[in-house]
């Protein structure tokens, strides 16, 4: 059994996150100090909260964080968590994790925000958290920012929204999602146990 970890940034409602691992046969601790993570074969930064809150939560952890990276521990950034791995964002003042180069964005306001419900993927080449994803599977956001990567080559697959809304990144051990795969169905599903298998290695 894969032994991982999500990060609390104090936001709560990670219990369907943990319930989704659990289920997918994964032994699953919430920590609130990333020193403990060499315990762990992989890493979720869960999409609840808003940017500053959650970056200074992480802050006392940052250096651990960047050598997280470095050691190619697997870390699985969803929403908020995935927008905290680039430079800055939109939402906050505070500066992101800067792993990625890139900012976050707010939606433009001719759409409804923030953005909520189900929305088809755009696959845009092979990536190891989608296989098995067909292309156009539904899955469920909840967002009113969008990431704006430099190196659009970490771009796996898109979402539709009026405009294109970058759905899935991976870079090596790195992998973030635009929406929640632990309310996506059995779609998220596949996800999640494309993540832990990446885990188990």
């Known amino acids: 059994m894969v032994k991982v970890a999500i990060f609390d940034y104090g936001a709560g409602n990670i219990f369907s996150l943990k319930s989704s691992l659990e289920k997918n046969e994964a032994q699953v601790d919430i920590i609130t100090n990333l020193e403990k993570i060499k315990n762990y074969s992989g890493l979720f930064l869960p999409g609840v ?36 791995f680039f430079e800055k ?10 792993i990625l180069d ?7 306001n001719k759409f409804k925000i923030p953005h909520m419900g ?8 092979p990536s190891v958290l989608l296989d098995g994803v067909k292309e156009g599977s539904w ?51 596949i996800m999640i146990k494309n993540f832990l298998r990446v885990c188990k290695k």
């Open 49 to 84: 909260g808003n940017f500053d809150p959650a970056i200074k939560s992480l802050n006392t952890s940052k250096v651990v964080f960047q050598d997280l990276i470095k050691n190619q521990i697997p870390v699985l950034g969803i929403c908020l968590g995935m927008e905290m």
């Open 102 to 108: 890139g900012e976050v964005i707010l939606l433009p």
């Open 118 to 125: 189900w929305n088809n993927l755009q696959i845009k080449k």
């Open 139 to 189: 899955v469920y956001f909840v967002h009113s920012y969008r990431i704006k990567p430099k190196n659009e080559e970490i771009i796996m697959a898109d979402s539709d929204y009026g405009i294109n809304v970058p759905a899935v990144i991976e870079n090596q051990t790195l992998f973030g999602t635009q929406f929640h795969p632990e309310k996506s169905s059995k779609v998220g599903s």
């Open 89 to 98: 964002s939109e939402e906050g003042k505070l500066g992101g994790l800067g």
